[in-house]
């Protein structure tokens, strides 16, 4: 489907007229008044002069990272700023960069700071920074710039877990803990975690563990206790959910601590024996 571009709309004549000598506040840029001319002071030139050199300023900033057509089937690229990986760096531009003819080439720095032209991406999005697709036919080529997937770029949701902790039935409360995204719909995705006893929220292990044990019933136990009957390793079932049994003949209290999955810390309680 092509692109659908606004029918931006010029304000009235009359308003326009009216920014004569004045500075856009957003860009710093000046108008030049009406009747400027050479003997003015500052002459035309120099106010014109002016504005050209802090617009090419605040242009630079949208050129960094182009790639742009030199000629006979090369390209160049201008330098930029980058983040990849956590580590700030820098691509220092190129130039005289062949691309073939009756080709789709795509442009891109790499995880080492190279630039490539390739068939295709790279099938991680987050080990490179895209710049352009190239179209090339006859001699001549199209540069579709893709640098904006770079600089307008969202994050993946951060998941969260939710607790339900369930009624205490024949000395067992059950703690349920689904993976979640930030809306609160359920990831149906496997996810490894721990989870532990502690007689506070946030705290550490419960100085003593429940009389009638600890265990999985929903999701799968990794290997042996950490702490027997306190602090276990867990994976989801399939739909991302983990259910833990606590199991007490007593009147003790406890918090259920979970982490894992990629989400926060959480403290599912309190759970209450009676």
């Known amino acids: 489907m092509a692109d659908i571009y606004p029918n931006e709309a010029f304000p009235p004549d009359a308003a326009v ?10 860009t710093g840029l000046a108008y030049v008044a009406k009747g400027v001319g050479p003997a003015s002071t500052p002459s035309y030139e120099i106010q014109y002069n002016r504005r050209q050199q802090r617009e090419h300023r605040r242009i630079a900033v949208a050129t960094e990272g182009l790639v742009v057509d030199e000629g006979d089937l090369n390209v ?16 220092g531009g190129a130039t005289g960069q062949a691309v073939p003819d009756e080709a789709a080439r ?23 920074v895209p710049l352009a697709r190239i179209v090339t036919a006859g001699g001549a080529m199209t540069i579709e710039t893709q ?8 994050p993946p949701t951060i998941p969260r877990i939710a607790a339900s902790i369930g009624a205490e039935t024949a000395d067992t409360i059950r703690v349920g803990m689904q993976l979640e995204d930030a809306g609160g719909n359920a990831l149906a995705r496997r996810w490894r975690g721990e ?37 276990l390793r867990v994976i989801s079932d399939a739909a991302g959910l983990i259910e833990i049994d606590v199991s007490d003949t007593g009147s003790p209290t406890f918090y259920m601590m979970s982490a894992g999955g990629g989400a926060d810390l959480i403290a599912a309680g309190p759970l209450t024996f009676s």
């Open 195 to 231: 989870v532990w006893l502690s007689d506070a929220a946030f705290g550490d292990l419960a100085p003593t563990a429940p009389d009638a044990g600890l265990s999985v019933a929903t999701g799968a136990q990794l290997g042996a206790p950490i702490i027997a009957d306190k602090h």
């Open 17 to 26: 007229a009216l920014l004569d000598g004045l500075t856009d506040q957003a």
């Open 147 to 154: 640098i904006g997937y770079a600089r307008v770029s969202i």
């Open 76 to 91: 160049g690229v201008y330098p930029f700023n980058y983040t990849l990986g956590g580590e700030r760096q820098r691509f």
């Open 106 to 128: 795509f442009v891109y720095v790499d995880s080492a700071g190279a630039l490539q032209i390739a068939a295709a991406y790279p099938g991680d999005v987050s080990a490179f």
